[in-house]
């Protein structure tokens, strides 16, 4: 059975200062993984994603993630912090095969604060 | 390119009643999945309609029901309301979805509250 495991529900850094967002996931087949960020009263936004191709990830807004498949995990960093970052990130995991059929795994979220 | 809309946007029910959610899929897109979000949650998959066919389902009871129809629009259906019930229902679209890889486009949500 595929899972998703969000390390820590809520991360505050300052503006300018890197960004570490943790996952570590768990999935029987070739997973594909993705963080979608939520802002407040907005739809989910795919920031990036990974499907077995270069280990890392370039996604939006200066974001990346790199998949380790020994340790199972799938952080999200940026190097620095802007205000408008501050929103609820969620690591998803997805696999096809297993009888799954591309339906999307979500953690349970983290909430990035920045402050001024 | 128009995006994923749902309707309506909120929406107020007693336990018991019935509910009906609405969801318009990105053009060209022929999946559309529903998901449900509690409150301080993630997201969780109820169910995916592929080309009109339920093509997988979460561990969602069979109140929950669905529809798609050939223009890939969608709809949720929600019988004998649960005061659990209450959550942000999200939909999303996507090109041939049972492929993990592919992105699935998600619409800004309709907020049910059951009192």
């Known amino acids: 059975a595929q899972s998703v495991t969000q390390l820590d529900s809520h991360v505050s850094v300052s503006e300018g200062t890197p960004v570490l967002l943790r996952c570590n996931y768990s999935?029987?087949?070739?997973?594909?993984l993705f963080w979608y960020v939520q802002h407040p009263n907005k739809g989910l936004q795919l920031l990036l994603k990974?499907?077995?191709?270069?280990?890392l990830v370039k996604g939006i807004n200066g974001f990346e993630a790199e998949f380790k498949k020994s340790e199972t995990s799938f952080h999200l960093t940026k190097p620095s912090a802007h205000m408008s970052d501050a929103a609820e990130y969620f690591c998803?995991?997805?696999?096809?095969?297993?009888?799954?059929?591309?339906?999307?795994?979500f953690g349970k979220g983290t909430k990035l604060s920045v402050k001024p | 390119e128009t995006g994923v809309t749902q309707s309506p946007t909120h929406l107020i029910k007693t336990r018991g009643q019935q509910v009906t959610l609405r969801c318009s899929s990105q053009?060209?897109?022929?999946?559309v999945s529903w998901y449900q979000q509690a409150l301080g949650q993630g997201p969780q998959f109820i169910f995916q309609?592929?080309?009109?066919?339920?093509?997988g389902r979460g561990n969602f009871p069979p109140r929950f029901s669905g529809l798609q129809f050939p223009n890939y629009s969608s709809e949720l259906n929600v019988n004998a309301l649960e005061l659990d019930d209450s959550a942000l229902y999200l939909c999303?679209?996507?090109?041939?979805?049972?492929?993990?890889?592919?992105?699935?486009?998600f619409g800004p949500g309709t907020r049910l509250t059951v009192l």
């Open positions: 999935s029987s087949y070739s997973p594909s």
């Open positions: 053009s060209g897109h022929n999946t």
């Open positions: 990974y499907t077995s191709a270069a280990t």
């Open positions: 998803v995991v997805s696999e096809s095969g297993g009888g799954s059929q591309g339906n999307l795994i």
């Open positions: 999303a679209s996507s090109l041939d979805g049972f492929y993990s890889y592919n992105e699935q486009f």
């Open positions: 309609y592929y080309r009109e066919e339920e093509n």
